[in-house]
Nanobody
Framework: QVQLVESGGGLVQPGGSLRLSCAAS????????MRWVRQAPGKGLEWVSS????????NYADSVKGRFTISRDNAKNTLYLQMGSLKPEDTAVYYC?????????WGKGTLVTLSP
C-alpha cells in the first residue's frame, strides 16, 4: 500500500536550517508529482511547495519562496524540503503528499518548532 513517512523535524532557532525527508513506498514514486503542506498550531493546512515527477519544475508559496527548496531523488524514492532562514511562523507540522493540485495520500507529518 502507499506509504509516505516524513522525518527530519525538530526544534530549531530562528534563522536556522532543517532538511525534511519523505520516504515513499507502495507506488511508482517517479511517476507522480509531490508536494509539501504544513499546518501551524490552530490553523488550517497551507500549501508550501510542489515538484513535478521528474524534479525539474518546482513551485513555492510566497511565504517560503527564496528560503525553502523542494527536491526529490527518484532513485531513492525520497522527497526533500530544505528549509533555511527559518522564522517563528514556520512552526508547524509538515506533511508530504502525493499529487500536484490535491493530495490523494499523505504521511503522518513531522513537527518543526522554532524556539522563541
Amino acid at each position: 500500500q502507499v506509504q509516505l513517512v516524513e522525518s527530519g523535524g525538530g526544534l530549531v532557532q530562528p534563522g536556522g536550517s532543517l532538511r525534511l525527508s519523505c520516504a515513499a513506498s507502495g507506488f511508482t514514486f517517479s511517476s507522480y508529482p509531490m508536494r509539501w503542506v504544513r499546518q501551524a498550531p490552530g490553523k488550517g493546512l497551507e500549501w508550501v511547495s510542489s515538484i513535478d515527477s521528474g524534479g525539474s519544475i518546482t513551485n513555492y508559496a510566497d511565504s517560503v519562496k527564496g528560503r525553502f527548496t523542494i527536491s526529490r531523488d527518484n532513485a531513492k524514492n525520497t522527497l526533500y524540503l530544505q528549509m533555511g532562514s527559518l522564522k517563528p511562523e514556520d512552526t508547524a507540522v509538515y506533511y508530504c503528499g502525493r499529487g500536484l493540485y490535491a493530495m490523494d495520500y499523505w504521511g503522518k507529518g513531522t513537527l518543526v518548532t522554532l524556539s522563541p
